[in-house]
C-alpha cells in the first residue's frame, strides 16, 4: 500500500485504473476527461458511459479504458467548488476520492492513478484540492491495499 506523486501524462500510465474527472452526465469535456476520451477512442468511450448517466457529485463508476494503457477508466464526479460552501466542497471531494478507491478494491484491482480532481475547471483551489487528495488517500490505505499515484499535469 503506497501512495506516490507523480508529474507526467495520466493517460500513458499502464495501471489498473485511472480516475476521470468526469462530469455528471459522464460526456467528454476539457482537460484530463478531454484527454482520456481521446485516448481510449471517443466513439467507444461515449457509447459505455451513455447508460451509466447521470451520475451524483462524489460518485464513481467504472468503464473499460479500451486504448489507454490503463486497463479502467473510474469516472468521478468532484465538487464545482464555487456551488459549495468550503466544508460541504471538502467532504465531497473527499468522499470522489473514497468512492473511487472503494470501486477499485470492490474490483479487485492492485494500482489507480488519480489526477487533481475538482482542481481545474472546477476551481478547487490546487493546495486545498492536494491536502485533501493525499489526507483521504492515506485513510483510505491504512485498511487496503492498494498502489495508488496522484498524478499532477506537468
Do not use: W
Not at 506516490?4 to 460526456?27: G, K
Not at 456551488?83 to 470501486?103: C, F, G, H, I, W
Amino acid at each position: 500500500m503506497s501512495l506516490s506523486i507523480n508529474h507526467q501524462d495520466i493517460t500513458q500510465l499502464s495501471v489498473d485504473a485511472i480516475v476521470n474527472a468526469a462530469n455528471t452526465e459522464l460526456l467528454a469535456g476539457g482537460g484530463v476527461c478531454g484527454a482520456i476520451f481521446k485516448g481510449a477512442g471517443y466513439d467507444a468511450m461515449t457509447e459505455v458511459c451513455r447508460p451509466l448517466a447521470p451520475i451524483k457529485t462524489g460518485e464513481a463508476v467504472m468503464t473499460p479504458g479500451f486504448n489507454l494503457p490503463a486497463k479502467h477508466v473510474i469516472h468521478a464526479v468532484g465538487p464545482i467548488y464555487s456551488q459549495y460552501t468550503p466544508e460541504e466542497a471538502k467532504r465531497l471531494l473527499a468522499q470522489t476520492y473514497t468512492n473511487s478507491l472503494q470501486v477499485a478494491v470492490d474490483h479487485q484491482l492492485n494500482s489507480i492513478a488519480f489526477p487533481l480532481i475538482s482542481s481545474g475547471i472546477y476551481g478547487y483551489p490546487k493546495e486545498a484540492a492536494y491536502q485533501v487528495a493525499v489526507e483521504t488517500i492515506e485513510a483510505f490505505l491504512t485498511e487496503h491495499y492498494l498502489d495508488v499515484y496522484l498524478v499532477l499535469f506537468p
